[in-house]
């Protein structure tokens, strides 16, 4: 399962390089403390490309 997600994670990052992520005006990331440290509603990006 683990060799699968590898391509996944190459596209995009591939994809990312051509566009520029930017944090929703008004939305915070709330971090939520787990076993690892996540945010707690999901993040809002608006994506544009470069």
Sequence with gaps: MQ???TP???V???V????S???EPGKEAQP???LIL???NGVYLN???L
Excluded: G, N, T, W
């Design 12 to 14: 995009i990052c591939e």
């Design 32 to 34: 939520e403390s787990m």
């Design 3 to 5: 060799f699968a997600l």
């Design 16 to 19: 990312l390089q051509e566009l």
């Design 21 to 23: 992520p930017d944090l």
């Design 8 to 10: 996944v994670k190459v």
């Design 47 to 49: 994506i544009k490309p």
């Design 38 to 40: 996540r945010s707690k």
